[in-house]
């Protein structure tokens, strides 16, 4: 082997290298520059304060990130409440009854629509979903609202999460062998009972994960939901009511913290919470996938 | 077979059915309220000139500043995605070809960074800004972007290299070519479909994301000449135009929604095309 | 209509089912005229076949000409890919498969199936031999049980399992499944097996096992099997049907047929196979 030959291989596999341990290196390097930044508040405060406390006084220095968690979760379980079922009987639908064309033409669309981004579904949650709550759904129910809501905030979270769930939960059903449902059926059951007992059984650990992960996704969304939440530091049980979760709380006042001490570094604590509960939910349900995967 | 059995099975066939039109249905008035919306607001002018004066008061002007930067912000993460994300992928699929269980935990981990919020890397991005000594600018929006986007670059590139035959690898070895000879020369010519369909899902993600360049790289009414300057971008400008209390500044929105969405519907159509003819010369 | 009166379940012990000689000599199936096709193309031409009772019939053929479709047109099991368009008659006891619509479970399971991997369903040993018997909505616990060990015991599984009954049924060997899956289709008491390649994953002694309950089974029941391998046919064929690009080349008996082919897309096979 020539000299050059020999140069350019080690240069390369040098390039190589580098390029992946510093993709390996991204989740650390988040993890301890959150960290670093929010160490100023997490030094000056309990950490059951900071996340139990209902008390959100930046200027009086006191950053109880409850009402945030508690908007944060309210919109994401009620999105969750809102898509999954119906994200798991339309993939039951496509991949089982419905007529092949349908998938075929289907699949490239939810593909592409997982694409379109969260600030166009911010853009037809304020055209739609705000004017359709304030003008149809409040008025049943004898309460006044804006419109902008948590209820709001869950509905554009749940079309959000529709194209992502779907997509996961069709690639489950159809890794199912097919020698697998042949047996449930040659053996006399009929059609449904056939999803019920090899579909849904087998691709339990599957449905579970794409439900996982659709609920880190609607978690972690911002600009979507920023944009119909309200945004009001409240902690309300009516889903009428305006809320303010985590992801809106950084979005909305960065530009502003500067001025306040420890406010910067609350919002870094923010963020952190966020990184945390998101990559521990995606550990554990990527981990399932990756087992299934290989049986 | 018992009546009950017939009636349970229609009940869930019709739920099923119910549930998957009005998944279709929802999705597609969607589209239509934004496109509808926005093709009204939609004009030469507004694609095609920079805000004017008064602007953000429904004055003349338009959001080329946003579309431009976007496409700006977006290339130039793409390529900094580029530069780290190809040669980590072929190391994955090339040096470590023995070592499954690396392998999967290394695709387990960059699986679970695609999870990760976007609005975490902006506040880890700002974090990194502020270390460096940046401010709100062009360059720093292009690092964050590049951090959000080169795991998903990576996977779903590597996706396609993984399905290349061990034996293609070992036919190159026994030529007598070096290891990064045939990483470059074999396996990533084999993977070229797969690099495409992941240089345009990087970028198409790069275009889209709204919350990572919130306060990475600012916002403008000009066009960016050099890195260092502020650049705005199409979801920013969406947004910021969203809340405007002004109808005609708010129309103008409208109309950047659709542009985007268009650039985006544009670029996964072209992904799959391009996927599909650049598979051809692929051995099997 | 037809019915599983559940009375009969009593009787499972001896499998002896009373036919009248004049039932013996019609086919069990007719295939008449059946056309499976895709966008692509046919898969099956115009297929015309009779299978008589209580006979060994192998189907054999180069990959790719059909056999699998159509062992599986037999009890249906096409409607699964949706891309197969499925025209002509398929009669099971003079009823046309492809025309029933809620007695299709009740007409599948006259058909036992035997896939060509081993596919236990995601539940416990017992559970899979159960499953039919709980899907024909059988309910008492002692006959269960009773079929359970019975079916067991048929395809020499029950001293290899008996102590472990509910753990999961893919823990077993690919051999041992093999036989479990026969005994789960044995369980609802079917009068047809449909058989593809069911040895074509299996080491050399399960494959002795799995044949050896063919030659008991037929006795009471017809076995349709697809297969490649031209000696397994030679042992246990009563009728060949060889089939060539979705077509039925020959049939008849397997001394005719294997020893004096007489056209030359057999010969060759022959040839080539040995």
Known sequence: MNRIRRITDILVNVWMRAGLYLLLAIPVLIGVGLYWKAAPIIGGHSLSDLLFSRQWFPMKGEFGFMPFIYSSAYVTVLAFILSAPLCLFAAIYLTQFGKHRLLQVMLPVIDILAGIPSVVYGVWGVLVIVPAVAKYVVPLFGVVSSGYSLLAGGVVLAVMCIPYMLNMLIEVFQTIPVGMKEASLSLGATHWEMVKHVIIRKGFPGILSAFGLGIAKAFGETIAVLMVVGNTLDISVSPFSPGYPLPALIANNYGEMMSIPDYDSALMFAALLLFVIILVINLFFRYFIHKTEKI | ?284 | ?274
């Open chain 3, 1 to 274: 209509m037809i019915t599983y009166p559940v009375f009969s379940y009593q009787k499972a012990k001896k499998p002896q089912r009373m036919v009248n000689h004049q039932e013996k000599q019609t086919p069990i199936i007719e295939v008449k005229g059946l056309n499976v096709r895709t966008r692509e193309g046919e898969i099956l031409k115009n297929i015309n076949l009779q299978i008589p009772r209580n006979k060994i019939v192998v189907l054999l053929g180069p990959s790719g000409c059909g056999k699998t479709t159509l062992l599986k047109s037999l009890n249906r099991l096409t409607d699964l890919h949706k891309e197969l368009q499925v025209s002509g008659e398929v009669l099971i006891d003079g009823v046309d498969i492809l025309k029933v619509s809620r007695d299709l479970p009740i007409m599948r399971q006259k058909m036992g199936l035997l896939s060509q991997r081993p596919f236990p369903l995601p539940v416990s040993i017992y559970r899979n031999v159960a499953y039919g018997l709980k899907l024909k909505g059988i309910r008492s616990k002692d006959l269960i049980a009773h079929s359970v060990e019975s079916n067991l015991k048929r395809v020499g599984l029950w001293d290899e399992v008996k102590n472990r009954l509910n753990s999961p049924a893919n823990s077993l060997s690919i051999g041992q499944q093999q036989r479990l899956c026969l005994a789960r289709g044995l369980a609802v008491k079917p009068a047809i097996i449909l058989a593809d390649e069911p040895t074509s994953a299996l080491d050399p002694i399960s494959t002795k096992i799995i044949e050896n309950l063919f030659k008991e089974l037929k006795e009471h029941y017809t076995i349709i099997l697809v297969t490649h391998v031209l000696r397994q046919a030679v042992r246990l064929a009563d009728h060949v049907v060889f089939m060539y690009y979705g077509d039925i080349i020959e049939q008849g008996h397997p001394d005719d047929i294997l020893k004096r082919p007489q056209t030359e897309v057999l010969k060759k096979y022959l040839v080539d196979g040995n």
């Open chain 2, 1 to 284: 077979m018992r009546t009950w059995k017939v009636w349970e099975q229609r009940l869930v066939k019709g739920i099923s059915f119910l549930a998957a039109y009005s998944v279709i249905f929802i999705l597609l008035f969607l589209l239509f309220v934004v496109f509808s919306k926005g093709l009204k607001a939609l004009s030469w002018g507004t694609v095609f000139s920079l805000p004017k004066g008064g602007y953000y008061f429904g004055g003349e002007g338009g959001i080329l500043n946003a579309i431009v930067g976007s496409f700006y912000l977006s290339v130039g993460a793409t390529v900094l995605a580029v530069i780290i994300g190809v040669p980590a992928a072929l190391f994955i699929n090339v040096q470590l070809i023995r070592l499954k269980r690396t392998q999967n935990t290394i695709r387990y981990l960059l699986d679970a960074l695609w999870g990760i919020p976007s609005i975490v890397y902006g506040a880890f991005g700002f974090a990194l800004m502020l270390l460096l000594g940046l401010h709100a600018s062009l360059l720093a929006g292009i690092i964050t972007v590049a951090l959000l986007i080169t795991p998903i670059l990576v996977r779903a590139f590597d996706e396609v290299l993984k399905t290349i035959p061990v034996e293609l690898q070992e036919a190159s070895f026994s030529l007598g070519s070096t290891k990064t000879e045939t990483a470059l020369r074999v396996i990533f010519k084999q993977g070229l479909a797969g690099f495409i369909t992941a240089l345009l899902l990087a970028f198409g993600r790069g275009i889209g994301d709204a919350a990572s360049v919130l306060f990475t790289a600012g916002y403008t009414d000009n066009i960016p000449v050099t890195l260092d300057e502020p650049v705005a971008t199409l979801p920013l400008s969406i947004f910021f135009q969203l809340s405007s209390p002004i109808e005609e500044v708010r129309e103008r929105a409208y109309a950047a929604a659709v542009v985007l969405t268009f650039f985006i519907l544009l670029i996964s159509v072209s992904a799959r095309f391009l996927s599909k003819r650049y598979a051809k010369n692929i051995i099997k």
